[in-house]
């Protein structure tokens, strides 16, 4: 039994009801499967279910969690919120209760229901989506927003005006994945399911898609990666020349210029990593 209290064949009900419902869509006119879905979505809010998790040294994506996600937008109506002076007119509740869960969310910032802040998390005015997990310690700096289904591990840096791209459909495709202790510099921009390994650094303005190439010259040779950033990785924005019909052009990619040091304290790494590499944050 977990959390919520729960047990594993009350998830394998849960989950029968939102994979039906899924392929029959008069279904959801249907109490239980309503009840299905808000299940879901409160398992989510509470971080008892991710849309993607860690298994094994991999990431599994969890494609009936985002179902049911994607179901649950149909099922609420327009309601107007009132906070303070602001207005909302939206079909999605925010999120509550954040000082028992030990989060600090600084005004204008919205996480939406459904959403998980782990505990020690800051937010400061930016936005967090329905699906998206954030873990524990981690700084959600000024104008970053977490798309839905995103999933930040623990003690992240999202920096000012971050941009971590959302993904519910298709439903096999996996989320953007940043793994803990990681560096996201300002206005870096990570989306199509691109993972960024463990306590890897990205410099401000790192534009990363499923197919922007990633260099790692930091060696004799060159290595590209796409999608995916190792561990450690120190990440820079750059281009490289690419010949088309009216002449030869740079197109933009990522370089790896080097890597934060495994022996030293994860701080004096990071700090020893950007003034090293000279990387912008």
């Known amino acids: 039994m977990d959390a919520l209290g729960t047990t594993a064949a009350h998830w394998m009900s849960v989950r029968q009801a939102v994979e039906s419902a899924w392929e029959d869509r008069s279904l959801c006119d249907q109490r239980e499967t309503q009840d299905a879905v808000?299940?879901?979505?409160?398992?989510l809010d509470a971080g008892e279910l991710r849309c993607a998790e860690p298994v094994d040294g991999d990431w599994q994506v969890n494609a009936w969690v985002k179902k049911a996600v994607v179901l649950y937008f149909p099922m609420r109506k327009m309601e107007i919120q009132e906070v303070g002076p602001f207005q909302f007119h939206d079909k999605m509740a925010l999120k509550?209760?954040?000082?028992?869960?030990?989060?600090?969310?600084?005004?204008?910032?919205?996480?939406?229901?459904?959403?998980?802040l782990g505990r020690g998390v800051v937010m400061m005015p930016s936005y967090v989506n329905i699906g998206a997990y954030v873990g524990g310690g981690t700084m959600v700096d000024t104008w970053a927003t977490v798309g839905s289904c995103a999933q930040i591990g623990a003690d992240v840096h999202l920096s000012g005006g971050v941009g971590i791209g959302g993904v519910l459909e298709p439903l096999q495709a996996a989320p953007v994945i940043i793994e803990d202790g990681a560096f996201i510099g300002s206005r870096a921009i990570v989306v199509e399911g691109?993972?960024?390994?463990?306590?890897?650094?990205?410099?401000?303005?790192?534009?990363l898609t499923a197919s922007t190439p990633i260099i790692d010259v930091s060696g004799p040779e060159p290595v590209e990666y796409r999608g995916a950033v190792p561990a450690r990785a120190v990440v820079?924005?750059?281009?490289?020349?690419?010949?088309?019909?009216?002449g030869?052009?740079?197109?933009?990619?990522?370089?790896?210029?080097?890597?934060?040091?495994?022996?030293?304290?994860?701080?004096?790494?990071?700090?020893?990593?950007?003034?090293t590499h000279a990387v912008a944050v």
């Open 38 to 43: 808000e299940t879901v979505v409160a398992a």
């Open 96 to 116: 509550r209760n954040h000082a028992e869960a030990g989060v600090r969310v600084v005004p204008h910032a919205i996480a939406r229901y459904g959403a998980f």
């Open 194 to 207: 691109v993972r960024v390994g463990r306590e890897a650094v990205l410099g401000a303005g790192v534009v």
């Open 236 to 246: 820079i924005p750059g281009t490289r020349q690419k010949r088309f019909p009216a």
């Open 248 to 275: 030869e052009y740079g197109v933009p990619c990522a370089l790896i210029v080097g890597h934060r040091k495994e022996s030293t304290d994860r701080k004096t790494s990071l700090n020893d990593a950007l003034r």
